[in-house]
């Protein structure tokens, strides 16, 4: 479906993935997986992560748009298209 952009992760980075662009920054050392993402608000994600340290999965905090900032992005034009996201398959 177009306008759907994809989060996982790679070894100790999260992965944002939308179009042609490929987001990569630091993830916490314990995340082994996003199981799901719960919400998409215009940049900011609340997704459940599973962490080495935690039997079941917990509720995590994304906020893209000071990543997209620092990358010299134009947040608005970059994010605007985007209608929801969801968990990579690994």
Do not use: C
């Amino acid at each position: 479906m177009s306008g759907v952009a994809a989060l996982s992760n790679e070894k100790n980075y999260t992965v944002f993935q939308f179009g042609n662009h490929v987001i990569r920054f630091i993830a916490p050392y314990s995340l082994e997986r996003y199981t799901a993402v719960k919400e998409w608000d215009n940049g900011y994600l609340v997704v459940m992560a599973k962490y080495k340290h935690n039997e079941k999965p917990e509720e995590e905090y994304i906020d893209l748009v000071p990543i997209l900032q620092n990358l010299y992005f134009d947040v608005d034009k970059f994010l605007n298209p985007i209608k929801g996201v969801e968990v990579a398959n690994g």
